[in-house]
């Protein structure tokens, strides 16, 4: 039987292919991303939670899921533009927690920006009217796991 790609058999035959493993101390930027993401969207979730007294019976989950995906949106785009999860490299630095406090504050900003004007203009719909209280636990709560998060992965990079 003749292989199709004897490249692509050598390529996954080689085991240092196969392994997870950091280039000279370096953690992937997809890795930091698709964190990152994760943390936004558990942190949101925790964030109403915690705002509705740690009962699940007191606010809308299908809300709450479809905010949580306004406030991915608003924080990547930011985290791309200040480039907060570029950069890590050996240890984290100053200008690291720097990035990911512009980077988080400036989102933030952005989505209380958008409810007041939501609340503001009578715009009646679930997606803006996000409580400025939940806002609020988002963003120390985004903020904290960044800031963890860049630190373990230095420790293990």
């Given amino acids: 039987m003749k292989a199709i790609n004897p490249g692509l058999i050598d390529y996954l035959r080689s085991g240092s292919k196969l392994k997870f493993s950091f280039s000279k101390g370096s953690v992937p930027r997809r890795l930091i991303f698709l964190f990152d993401a994760f943390a936004i969207i558990a942190a949101f979730l925790f964030a109403y939670y915690l705002r509705f007294s740690f009962s699940l019976d007191s606010f809308i989950l299908v809300v709450a899921l479809k905010q949580s995906l306004l406030a991915l949106i ?38 209380m920006l958008f409810t007041f004007l939501g609340s503001h203009l009578t715009w009646q719909f679930d997606l803006i009217n996000i409580p400025r209280s939940i806002l609020f636990i988002h963003y120390i709560s985004v903020l904290t796991l960044w800031t963890v998060l860049r630190m373990v992965f230095k420790a293990k990079a």
């Fill in 74 to 111: 608003v924080y990547l785009a930011f985290e791309v533009l200040f480039r907060s999860f570029a950069g890590l490299t050996n240890r984290t630095t100053i200008q690291d927690i720097f990035r990911v406090f512009i980077s988080t504050t400036c989102s933030v900003a952005f989505l």
